[in-house]
């Protein structure tokens, strides 16, 4: 996935209709964790209702604390990927943990006969797990978002990244969402998203931002500006490709994440936010 010089391989690929590269930009908001049906079915609708078709949505979810909601896992995805296909979304980035989570994708996919597709989504936690990403990179049929390991060099990150493409799978999508630090940062993580055009120029890969887990809670600026929404258009004029953020029809009812959920009546602001930034860019 490195870009060597006079490189003329393709920056870009096609999944499902929906073209991923460094030239595009894809955003996709959704649902942090699978919860009930009703907000499943909220958040796709909202999303179709404003012209997007692509979302984030987990199913299985690594947590800190073994106390956590771990997830339905594959309880829902019959649901999530019928109503994905009701609601015309094209993709759907869903993290995995284990080789089982990617069969019982595949398997539920096929069950349902949904137009959707899902974007295998590797989480920070498991940036250097090597045999899922050797198992990920066998995968050829799903398209893959890794995410930057949040305590190692990027370097690291992208050998990571790179662990997809020896196995065969190159559409991968390369993940910004923050650093940790220990300075008492305001933020839940260091936003990263200067390093944008560092990967872009470095790979050939299409660089996805998150601001949700990069800022972490729903705090604004006096005018009412989620520190999101900040983030999100920096890492756009920067150049990012794709944006995973955090919606929820009611974050305290969220079973994830439900602080730096940004509410669905600001989904329109944030598309706004979006297209001017990328008018900027
Ligand atoms: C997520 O996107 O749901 C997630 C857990 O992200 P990260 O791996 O970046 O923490």
């Known amino acids: ?18 073209r991923f590269g460094q030239d595009t930009l894809n955003i996709f908001a ?9 907000h499943v079915e909220l958040m796709l609708k909202a999303l179709r209702d404003h012209g997007q078709v692509c979302t984030r949505m987990g199913a299985y979810k690594p947590r800190t ?37 990617v069969e019982e994708i595949r398997e539920a996919l096929y069950q349902t006969g949904t137009s959707t597709g899902v974007m ?19 995968q ?22 790179e662990y997809l493409a020896s196995e065969g ?18 933020h839940r993580n260091f936003v ?12 050939r890969m299409p660089v996805c931002i998150d601001p949700s887990h990069s800022i972490g809670t729903r705090s604004s600026t006096p005018d009412g500006i989620p520190d999101i929404m900040h983030a999100t258009a920096q890492g756009i004029i920067a150049g990012a490709n794709m944006v995973l953020v955090d919606f929820h029809p009611v974050p305290s009812k969220a079973l994830v994440d439900g602080p730096q959920a940004l509410l669905l009546k ?11 930034a990328r008018e900027a860019y």
Not at 2 to 9: A, L, M, S, V, W
Not at 140 to 161: C, H, M, W, Y
């Open 30 to 38: 959704g649902l942090c964790a699978v919860d009930t049906l009703e």
């Open 120 to 138: 295998l989504q590797i989480g920070t936690r498991n940036t250097q797990n090597f045999e899922l990403l050797k198992i990920v990179g066998r």
């Open 169 to 186: 799978n190159r559409k991968v999508v390369f993940g910004l969402r923050g650093m940790k630090t220990n300075m008492g940062d305001p």
């Open 65 to 101: 604390s073994p106390y956590s909601f771990q997830g339905h896992g594959k309880a829902c995805l019959p649901y999530v990927f019928d109503l994905a296909g009701k609601y015309e979304i094209k993709v759907i980035a869903m993290e995995v943990t284990h080789e089982s989570h």
């Open 192 to 203: 990263d998203f200067a390093h944008v055009p560092v990967v872009k120029r470095m790979t």
């Open 140 to 161: 050829q049929d799903f398209p893959v978002l890794i995410k930057r390991g949040f305590g190692i060099t990027l370097d690291e990150s992208l050998n990571a990244a």
């Open 266 to 276: 600001e989904l329109p602001l944030f598309l706004e936010d979006v297209r001017i």
């Open 1 to 18: 996935l490195g870009r060597h010089e006079n490189d003329d391989r393709p920056t870009y690929f096609d999944y499902n209709g929906v």
